[in-house]
């Protein structure tokens, strides 16, 4: 009898628990005098941030009043909850940050829809590292998954260099094929546009006067309707909701990337967006241009108009809920390392929530604050 076992398809991977995960993380501490292990002050940490507890002092004050319930699911013999002091220096110095980076990289990627294409570029200051009387802290860039919020990889910006240059090196981090790659006007750059398409993948920038040749050529193609490339195709779309009205119309054309010396670029388009507000019937106009790698059977106009409003997702998405909802803006370090693993320690948080299906987060946060046993089981798995 012919044994078919190799055609066999193979089970796929069970997913990591967000425990497990946390559990590869390396203790950088000197081994003598260390009191508190490692693993569970990161499940505290997870468990906290699950329940509203955003800052060292608050993550300690909230351990401390669940001294018994933590002791026992956690299996502590520890005769205290540990001290903010000890919570800084977790984070300031106790972690290896490039490993910590690449756990979360890891756990957020395999939650990633495989169904959703678009993922978007953007990047961020925490506020609350920038020092008085200075204009700068510390930045990150981060690529999110458009629609599901999962930030699939996130690099610091130093001093030394910006997002453009950074861009690079994180987009290596991930495979690119199949994925549409956006960003605003300042990531529009030829590198990252090779980059993108020779890895499989697809972008849509947005176009602005940081490269004024491709911006000209755009507004003339596209300035009056009898100036319209012969293939121009314009869609419109209403929105009426929170007391505005946004009218959105894009007109798109194969036929102006002729005469644009841009890598691979292969659709023109410009947006005009008119918001008005209800009740005081004020209006604001914009008008942007862009391009994109994708052909037009590939992406149509209303499909160009729907990925055009799914980019700004990252701000309402990521950055709105990290500064909001996470209170990032407020919590002040002055530890540049400290501030990026709280970032990240938010960023897990925000995966693991939308991908159990909240997309109220703060609803969710309130939940797991009440329920803490539902939090552990979150964090702890199983997963399917």
């Not at 980076?101 to 590292?129: W, Y």
């Not at 004024?212 to 012969?230: G, Q």
């Not at 314009?234 to 007391?243: A, I, N, P, S």
Request: glycine share 6%; hydrophobic share 40%.
């Amino acid at each position: 009898m012919e044994d078919n076992t190799e055609n066999l398809t193979k089970s796929p991977e069970p997913l990591q628990s967000l425990e497990q995960v946390l559990s590869k993380v390396p203790d950088q501490r000197a081994a003598r005098g260390i009191r508190y292990e490692l693993q569970p002050l990161l499940m505290i940490v997870m468990l906290a941030k699950l329940a509203e507890a955003d800052t060292p002092i608050a993550i300690a004050d909230w351990a401390a009043g669940r001294t018994e319930w933590l002791r026992e699911q956690l299996r502590l013999d520890w005769k205290r909850m540990p001290h903010q002091s000890t919570f800084r220096r977790l984070l300031q110095k106790s972690l290896s940050l490039p490993e910590l980076r690449q756990q979360a990289q890891e756990f957020l990627a395999s939650r990633q829809s495989t169904e959703q294409r678009l993922c978007n570029l953007d990047g961020k200051t925490l506020r609350g590292t920038i020092a008085s009387g200075q204009s700068a802290g510390t930045h990150l860039l981060a690529i999110q998954q458009a629609e599901t919020n999962l930030v699939l990889a996130q690099v610091p910006v130093g001093e030394k260099n910006n997002e453009i240059s950074a861009a690079g090196g994180l987009l290596k981090a991930l495979d690119l094929k199949g994925k549409i790659i956006s960003g605003d006007a300042m990531h529009t750059q030829r590198n990252l546009s090779r980059q993108i398409v020779e890895a499989g993948g697809d972008y849509l920038w947005f176009v602005k006067n940081n490269q004024s040749a491709l911006c000209r050529e755009l507004v003339t193609a596209f300035a009056s309707p009898s100036l319209n490339p012969n293939d121009a195709v314009t869609v419109t779309e209403h929105d009426k909701g929170h007391g505005r009205l946004e009218i959105r119309q894009l007109t798109s054309s194969a036929q102006v990337t002729n005469t644009l010396d841009w890598p691979y670029a292969a659709q023109g388009f410009v947006l005009h967006r008119a918001r008005t507000v209800c009740a005081s019937g004020k209006l604001t106009e914009q008008t942007v241009y862009g391009i994109t790698s994708l052909q037009p059977l590939e992406a149509s106009p209303t499909n160009l108009l729907h990925l055009t409003r799914l980019h700004w997702n990252i701000e309402n998405g990521l950055h709105y809920r990290r500064d909001v909802t996470f209170k990032e803006d407020r919590c002040r370090q002055k530890s540049a390392q400290a501030a990026e693993c709280l970032a990240i320690f938010n960023n897990l948080a925000i995966g693991l929530l939308r991908w159990l299906g909240w997309d109220n987060l703060a609803r969710a946060r309130r939940h797991y604050g009440a329920h803490l046993m539902d939090a552990l089981l979150a964090i702890q798995g199983p997963y399917q």
